[in-house]
């Protein structure tokens, strides 16, 4: 299959062409998303970013990650759709969003990740926060995340720019021949993920109501010691040491209904 995208303004695409025809061959993730910072967006000063897929209709799924520490990777490798996240808005609104660095932590999550994002663009020098779809066959499927070290300019040339990207990335990534599933990891593996299993929602939602261990392990027909490890979880993730604050904080950012 070839690919084709929209035509752009040529001036500000320069490196697209290039990049289209090495996304022609296929690459792995991590390639193509260390391609797309070296090619077209090279000149948008593009530092690091997140490539996710949908996955189960519930859960966005990172198949590569480019210029983030470790904890930015486990943090936002798995992002469930409910979270106040551009890149949950993007793909259920099927839309671009921008937003300031230097404001970003304090506007999502209840800034709940206000610190870790702080240093994470202060580190990189950030500017600009981006999150485009990534769009196949009319359907999103998945969003492009990217974040600049200058402020990513809202004009014709950049909306052409993201929207050529937007259709190649969902031809590429739905294509027999992209290998994308591999990169997958299961939900529960990661260590600071929000992304917490149905369980662990069951088990933070009793213990919000003031449940015990061992009756919400005997509500749930499981052990005391797992009741325990699935709050260790929640409230690891969640940045508390209460029960009752991580009950809070899920609630306040979308995880529990």
């Known amino acids: 299959m070839t690919m084709t995208v929209a035509a752009a303004p040529k001036s500000r695409l320069r490196a697209l062409p290039q990049f289209v025809r090495y996304a022609s061959t296929y690459p792995d993730p991590p390639a193509l998303l260390r391609a797309l910072r070296a090619g077209p967006l090279a000149h948008r000063h593009m530092v690091a970013g997140f490539l996710w897929l949908v996955s189960d209709g519930t859960h966005l799924v990172s198949i590569a990650q480019v210029g983030w520490k470790r904890e930015m990777v486990e943090r936002y490798s798995i992002i469930p759709l409910e979270l106040d996240l551009p890149a949950a808005h993007t793909v259920l609104d099927d839309r671009v969003t921008i937003d300031r660095a230097d404001s970003f932590g304090e506007v999502y999550l209840s800034a709940l990740d206000e610190s870790l994002l702080g240093e994470t663009f202060e ?135």
Request: net charge negative; hydrophobic share 40%; charged share 20%.
């Open 123 to 257: 580190d990189l020098d950030a500017a600009s926060v981006i999150a485009a779809p990534v769009r196949h066959a009319g359907m999103c499927i998945g969003a492009l995340g990217l974040v600049t070290s200058a402020p990513w300019e809202d004009d014709e040339d950049g909306r052409s720019l993201l929207d050529c990207l937007s259709h190649l990335l969902g031809l590429w990534a739905a294509h027999p021949s992209t290998t994308t599933l591999d990169s997958q990891a299961p939900l529960a593996q990661r260590e600071w993920s929000l992304a917490f299993t149905p369980r662990q929602k069951q088990v933070l939602g009793l213990a919000g109501e003031g449940l015990s261990n061992t009756d919400i392990a005997r509500r749930l027909v499981i052990s005391t010691s797992s009741v325990k490890q699935d709050l260790q979880h929640t409230m690891r993730a969640l940045r508390t040491h209460s029960r009752q604050g991580a009950y809070e904080r899920a609630k306040d950012i979308g995880l529990l209904s």
